[in-house]
């Protein structure tokens, strides 16, 4: 049994096997070696083997290891390491479960691609041109198109923003005069373009009983327009150039609603007849009762009689009749009150904030010479003006399209 054990190899320490341990015996040195540590292997060490992370690496066997029928690890003191000898002897990897994960592994940002590219670019482009994106956007949408905005939404220069001079150069184009010419005579007052079509918001008082319309603009063209529809009952009316010139600079509405006491404002028109005028003040005071005529033909006895060449229109303020008698045919309207001086020839004109957005349409002036008993042609203004709110204005528009509620 023994024998038989001995020839079977199970025994490497035989005679025919050599040593189970070929690392341990001897080699030829010049220096002696420490009977205690085992000689260094008579190869060159494998390097170390790099793998990713949450992989285990399981060390192959020498004589004794996994391909000799072992247990996978090596038997000598340099267990695992190859000696050429069996191709298990080499070193293992076995992928062990993998780790739990630690987080998202960093990727190459993604290039926006579709509608959330179109969108981004909106917005940088917004952000960097700020106020001027609402008017370029809607410049896009059609000549007919009303410019419209939050007064926050500045139209002015930045360099010149909050600025009288700055309003006044950024709004004056959009700002016109107006003859009118009637069967009673002939007055003058201001108006404002609303679309690059032509399009313009006036009182109705300006061009009331009209039989001939002339604008001129604020480089001096003129033009002829017509009456488009008229609302007696808000004194607003709409009119058109004819054959209007391209080019046309359209007036950015603002937001009544946003206007508060204190606020600093600008009016641009033509008092007597002097185009393209001037003026500032403050917002005075809100939702003013102003009481105007609806009687066509009382505007019509006031050109006559007024003789100033600017247009006479009757109203009522304070239990008080000015520039003649309103008739028994009157509708009252809440204005914004300011100090902005206000003249004959304003009415039909913009009342514009500080970011060049147009917040009202002037429409009567408050004089101590201006009322029935005295011509109107010696009043002046005493700091007390009254604007339509432009938020009347924009929910006024469709039906003035449509001819207005005097059609």
């Given at each position: ?57 399981w060390p192959g066997s020498g004589h004794g290891g996994a391909g000799n029928g072992g247990d996978g690890y090596g038997a000598g003191p340099y267990a695992g390491q ?51 994106t609402a008017y370029g956007i809607q410049e896009l949408t059609g000549n007919d198109t009303v410019a419209s905005s939050s007064t926050s939404t500045s139209v002015v ?251």
């Amino acid at each position: 049994m023994t024998e038989s054990f001995r020839r079977s190899g199970e025994y490497p320490q035989g005679d025919d096997h050599g040593s189970a341990y070929p690392q341990q015996q001897s080699h030829p040195s010049s220096s002696p070696v420490n009977p205690e540590w085992p000689p260094p292997p008579a190869y060159q060490p494998a390097p170390p083997v790099h793998v990713e992370p949450g992989t285990t690496v399981w060390p192959g066997s020498g004589h004794g290891g996994a391909g000799n029928g072992g247990d996978g690890y090596g038997a000598g003191p340099y267990a695992g390491q190859p000696d050429g000898s069996d191709a298990t002897g080499s070193t293992a990897a076995f992928a062990a479960p993998p780790a739990p994960p630690q987080g998202p592994a960093p990727t190459r940002p993604r290039r926006a691609k579709g509608p959330f590219a179109l969108l981004a670019a909106v917005a940088i482009v917004a952000a960097a041109i700020g106020g001027g994106t609402a008017y370029g956007i809607q410049e896009l949408t059609g000549n007919d198109t009303v410019a419209s905005s939050s007064t926050s939404t500045s139209v002015v220069p930045t360099s010149q923003k909050g600025t009288v001079s700055g309003v006044a150069k950024a709004v004056s184009p959009s700002i016109v005069e107006i003859s009118a010419t009637s069967n009673a005579g002939s007055s003058t007052g201001s108006g404002v373009i609303i679309t690059t079509g032509g399009e313009i918001i006036t009182n109705n008082h300006v061009v009331s009983g009209a039989s001939a319309i002339k604008v001129r603009l604020n480089n001096g063209k003129s033009y002829t327009a017509s009456v488009v529809g008229t609302d007696s009952k808000k004194d607003l009316a709409l009119i058109k150039l004819e054959n209007a010139p391209s080019g046309l600079k359209r007036a950015t509405l603002g937001d009544s609603a946003g206007v508060q006491v204190g606020d600093q404002v600008v009016a641009i028109g033509s008092p007597e007849g002097l185009t393209g005028t001037v003026t500032s003040g403050i917002v005075s005071a809100l939702d003013r009762d102003v009481t105007v005529s609806t009687d066509e033909s009382q505007g019509q006895q006031q050109q006559q009689g007024g003789g100033s060449g600017s247009e006479q229109w009757p109203f009522e303020f304070g239990g008080r009749q000015f520039n003649g008698d309103t008739g028994s045919s009157t509708t009252t309207y809440k204005a914004l009150q300011t100090d902005a001086s206000l003249n004959p020839g304003n009415s039909g004109g913009a009342l514009i904030d500080m970011n060049g957005n147009i917040v009202g349409i002037n429409s009567a002036m408050y004089s101590a010479a201006s009322d029935s008993s005295s011509s109107s042609s010696s009043a002046g203004s005493v700091g007390l003006g009254f604007a339509i709110p432009i938020n009347t204005v924009k929910s006024d528009l469709a039906s003035l399209r449509a001819g207005g509620s005097d059609s």
